[in-house]
């Protein structure tokens, strides 16, 4: 079965997100664009949002959020119950997320990182495993409280 990866930028990150969905269009994965394509002004609260809400009903799908410094939103994608969305700009940060916070959802910056490097941070993203163990119960702590 196909993973099916959820995507969505702001105004600032159509380039970044093209260059994405392309990329994993070409490795097979399902690719739901919810984001904008033209570059008008847009929000990324209610774009965060949306991916939030798409990851959230399902199960086993991941997310990629985009927008200037990816910190919007990501806690707008954070809001959404059921989703860890994590903000990363490092290839250590984007397994961390992953094997320590079992993130579902990758959050960056398109002013802040090259595409290219976009592009490495999604795949070790997608490439890395929860780790399990002690971690899962952290997990649980906030999945209870949220």
């Known amino acids: 079965m196909t993973q099916k ?3 969505t930028n702001d105004h600032t990150a159509v380039e970044m997100k093209q260059a ?4 994993l269009q070409s490795l ?3 690719v739901i664009d919810l984001g904008n394509n033209d570059g008008t002004s847009c929000s990324y609260a209610n774009n965060g949002i949306e991916l939030g809400e798409a990851v959230a009903k399902n199960q086993g799908s991941k ?5 200037g410094t990816g910190v919007g939103i990501s806690i707008a994608a954070n809001k959404v119950s059921g ?3 994590g903000l990363v700009y490092e290839t250590q940060t ?4 992953r094997q320590h916070n079992d993130c579902n959802v990758l959050a960056t910056g398109a002013r802040l990182i090259a595409v290219d490097k976009a592009i490495k941070l ?3 993203f997608l490439n890395t495993e ?3 163990g002690r971690h899962a119960e952290r997990i649980g702590t906030i999945d209870e409280y949220c």
């Open 5 to 7: 990866i959820y995507i």
């Open 20 to 23: 994405i969905v392309k990329h």
């Open 28 to 30: 097979n994965y399902e």
């Open 63 to 67: 997310g990629i959020a985009l927008c």
């Open 83 to 85: 989703i860890r969305a």
């Open 94 to 97: 984007a397994e961390l997320i």
């Open 122 to 124: 999604v795949d070790v």
């Open 130 to 132: 929860f780790e399990g």
